[in-house]
């Protein structure tokens, strides 16, 4: 048990692809990370009130009372600033740079408290925050241990030239790599599971959305695109195609080759997509549906022959050396406000069905070469 626990660690965090991983997922990872900065700007904000009003109460506190109280308005400046960044949706770099600066106020703010004799542990609870807060902000295991180098380093020139004694620069420079080294595996831990869970979401929402066969997207998508793209008046047209004599290609060659014609059908369209400005989903079986969008073709009912074409022009291996040359017919309908997806459906199957006839009348049909 104790092995195999070892050996899913090995394979699964040190063999981590972390910055493929990241880059998968770096949109909701670097929002996820603004709310987090946020949130420890607030815990920071909270802390530094707590000690100004501890050491006002205290005996001979007053002194570190002031320095603490004296970097408040700064800290509540950026908290605000990092909600409105937030808020707003700006840049992400905008809002972890919030953290960033924070960092090198409270070093700059430590500097000053390391010269002044008898404020030790307000310096270390203040070095631990930052460590922690930065190191579970950067999520690539190199980039944390650049920030923590860049943290011991101010450490360590702050208290060369503050120390008054051998001791508490060994003593302090000793806390402040146990500190590191804890917040690094911390937060390599804390990111690990987060990227995981990322990437875990990210192939729920992957095959809830696309069809696994053809990897376009489902019917439950095409509804979903269908009325955000009519409620956001980008919607143009529908567009649908579907395999000519696919039964008899089917019952012929068998149902591996079935879905391979479809799987080639789909690779075709799919290459449509972003040159044409048509997002194609599959509907059901050998039929495909595509939203035109109006900053696409301004004419993409003239499309349609196009893509026959390309279709019919590769054949496909089948049993025995067989090769097929695939035919599909295709029909278009514009959108007209208050039009629902099943009766633009229906439109342009109507559309489908005449060019099927025509193509029957001249003879077009799937041909062994």
């Known amino acids: 048990m104790k092995s195999n626990f070892l050996h899913r660690m090995n ?160 003593t302090l420079f000793i806390h402040g790599l146990i500190v590191s080294f804890a917040s690094y595996l911390f937060g390599c831990y804390t990111s690990w599971r987060k990227l995981k869970g990322f990437d875990s979401e990210r192939e729920l929402i992957y095959a809830s959305t696309h069809d696994r066969l053809t990897n376009l997207h489902n019917r439950e998508k095409l509804y979903i695109d269908f009325d955000e793209l009519t409620e956001q008046q980008e919607l143009l047209g529908v567009m649908i195609f579907d395999i000519n004599s696919f039964k008899h290609l089917n019952d012929t060659y068998g149902h591996i080759f079935g879905d391979r014609a479809i799987q080639y059908v789909a690779e075709i369209l799919s290459k449509c997509e972003d040159r044409y400005g048509i997002q194609f989903y599959r509907y059901g079986g050998d039929e495909f549906v595509g939203l035109v969008r109006r900053f696409g073709e301004d004419r993409p009912g003239d499309l349609i022959p196009h893509i026959k074409r390309a279709i019919a022009e590769e054949p496909i291996s089948a049993v025995d050396g067989v090769k097929i040359r695939l035919q599909v017919s295709g029909g278009y309908v514009e959108f007209n406000r208050g039009d629902s997806l099943e009766r633009c459906v229906n439109k342009a199957d109507e559309a489908m069905y005449l060019d099927k006839e025509q193509m029957k009348k001249s003879g077009q049909v799937s041909t062994e070469v």
Not at 22 to 28: F, G, I, P, S
Not at 50 to 73: C, H, K, Y
Not at 85 to 113: D, E, P, W
Not at 124 to 137: A, C, E, G
């Open 11 to 170: 394979v699964d965090f040190f063999r981590y692809e972390w910055r493929e991983m990241y880059q998968k997922n770096k949109e909701a990872i670097q929002w996820e990370n603004a709310v987090f900065t946020w949130n420890s700007l607030f815990f920071i904000l909270v802390v530094d009130v707590v000690l100004t009003i501890f050491f006002s109460a205290i005996e001979d506190g007053q002194a570190e009372a002031l320095r603490l109280a004296a970097i408040l308005p700064i800290i509540v400046i950026l908290f605000i600033l990092s909600h409105w960044i937030y808020r707003l949706k700006l840049n992400y770099f905008l809002t972890v740079g919030v953290i960033y600066a924070v960092g090198t106020l409270m070093f700059i703010f430590c500097s000053y408290m390391i010269i002044t004799p008898e404020v030790d542990t307000s310096f270390y609870v203040l070095f631990l925050i930052i460590t922690l807060l930065t190191t579970l902000v950067v999520d690539v295991p190199s980039r944390k241990l650049a920030v923590l180098f860049i943290w011991n380093l101010m450490l360590v020139i702050t208290e060369y030239y503050g120390a008054t004694d051998a001791r508490n620069f060994r």
